[in-house]
């Protein structure tokens, strides 16, 4: 695996993000709302990244790709179960969630050293 690879965009969106919530007290309620959401109860930290990057790929959110890539590799994810997201994603998006499963899987390779 490849832990070193920094996405150097992903980067710049965190330092933006965290500049508009410390201007916003609605936001960092929506993100303290994130974190909990997102946090294991039935459903492991994991499983709902991985249903995350899926829901990137099928809206065409290129930030919520690269945020929820880092997120499955940080959970534990391997390269087969980002995959198996990135094919669920597809079926249920079409043609154009494959176009943005492409842009997924190229982002995993650099994570997973492929």
């Not at 695996?1 to 980067?11: A, F, I, K, R, V």
């Not at 201007?23 to 997102?38: G, N, P, R």
């Not at 997201?85 to 494959?98: E, I, R």
Request: glycine share 6%; hydrophobic share 40%; aromatic share 8%.
């Amino acid at each position: 695996m490849l832990s070193t690879y920094q996405n150097s965009e992903l980067e710049k969106l965190k330092e933006k993000l965290n500049e508009m919530l410390a201007l916003s007290e609605e936001l960092q309620l929506f993100m303290k709302f994130v974190e909990t959401a997102e946090s294991s109860r039935a459903l492991d930290k994991k499983t709902k990244e991985l249903i995350s990057l899926a829901i990137g790929v099928v809206i065409r959110c290129e930030p919520c790709i690269m945020w929820h890539m880092e997120e499955c590799y940080k959970a534990g994810a391997s390269f087969e179960e980002v995959l198996d997201a990135l094919k669920t994603a597809v079926v249920m998006g079409g043609g154009p969630a494959l176009a943005y499963g492409v842009k997924a899987y190229e982002l995993a390779k650099k994570y997973y050293g492929k």
